[in-house]
């Protein structure tokens, strides 16, 4: 079969559809890769065109606001993302390999995506880093109570959960409230290691100058799931594949 250049959709020709609405990035749109299958909520099915041109404006709306509120971390975003996967559920979410793909669900408006997206790529980033190097050992071995909620939680999550909050208290600076907490406690915990506390103090570099709220740290739930995006649900534990 030959199909040209730019050949449009048809019955035997499903092409990767490419978002291009500016200010965001040029991206893939993966809904076609049969082993896309690889985030916690199922990727969804091939998208309509009017779906698949909906979502591309909420991502473009939503990548304007991560531009004006935190353009540092929107243009790394930008220099490592290549590929977005629909999904059916959920607001944003990192893949199991990889730190350039994530998964976008259906939200419901451009600030809850780009928070979403936010949150999605510190986990990946978080991820990767775990990847290249030992931030923890032992873990599991301790629980902790994180100073947001009244669970205790192993050591990778409480990382995990911090190191996405700082971030997304930089769009956002109620999220900062218990973060400068959690980092005392994860420098002070037996499972860090040498890398990890460098994490930490680079993560104490990167909130530096915002002030976070001086109330009780309060769960910021933005997921129709009752908890932030990709902060794991209780009683799972954060795995660095």
């Given at each position: ?112 995506l780009s928070l979403g997206l936010l949150g999605a790529f510190r986990r990946a980033k978080l991820r990767a880093l775990g990847e290249v190097t030992d931030l923890y050992a032992l873990d599991g071995t301790w629980e902790h109570?994180t100073p947001w909620g009244s669970e205790r939680v192993t050591f990778s999550r409480l990382l995990a959960e911090t190191y996405e909050r700082a ?75």
């Open positions: 079969m030959r199909v040209a250049h730019d050949e449009p959709e048809g019955p035997r020709w499903l092409p990767v559809r490419v978002l291009r609405r500016a200010p965001a990035p040029v991206l893939l749109l993966d809904d076609l890769d049969p082993f896309r299958d690889r985030f916690d909520a199922p990727a969804a099915d091939r998208l309509g065109a009017e779906e698949a041109d909906a979502r591309a404006r909420r991502f473009a709306e939503a990548w304007s606001l991560l531009a004006d509120a935190v353009p540092g971390q929107a243009a790394e975003a930008a220099r490592t993302l290549t590929t977005l996967t629909p999904l059916s559920a959920g607001a944003a979410a990192p893949g199991r390999h990889g730190p350039g793909a994530l998964g976008v669900g259906p939200a419901a408006d451009a600030r809850g109570r971030g997304l208290g930089l769009y956002d600076p109620g999220f900062l409230a218990g973060v400068p907490e959690a980092l005392d406690m994860i420098e002070n915990a037996a499972e860090v290691t040498v890398d990890g506390k460098q994490l930490v103090a680079a993560v104490r570099k990167e909130i530096s100058g915002i002030r976070s709220p001086a109330a009780t740290p309060r769960d910021k739930s933005l997921s129709p799931a009752g908890h932030t995006p990709g902060i794991p649900a209780s009683g799972r534990k954060v795995m660095f594949e």
